[in-house]
């Protein structure tokens, strides 16, 4: 399929747990990895599979964790 395994195994799983095609699951998650930096994505994705997370908001709201680390500092300052 892709360039990437873990991305190809989260798309089967995700049309196994959807009735029909899927066709509007994947086009949402093509939607959020256009969206989200793709290290985020990334890891979310990882993430998302190894706990069976196929709930694509739970996704995005993993995918943005992963943002507000890279892009905010949270540590105060010293």
């Given at each position: ?16 747990r ?26 979310a ?12 908001v ?21």
């Amino acid at each position: 399929m892709g360039s990437c395994p873990t991305l190809d195994q989260y798309v089967v799983g995700l049309k196994k747990r959807t009735r029909g095609i899927g066709r509007r699951k994947l086009k949402t998650l093509l939607d959020l990895k256009r969206t989200y930096p793709a290290d985020a994505f990334r890891k979310a994705v990882e993430q998302a599979l190894h706990y069976g997370l196929y709930d694509l908001v739970r996704l995005e709201n993993l995918i943005l964790t992963f943002v507000a680390g890279d892009f905010f500092d949270l540590a105060p300052d010293e």
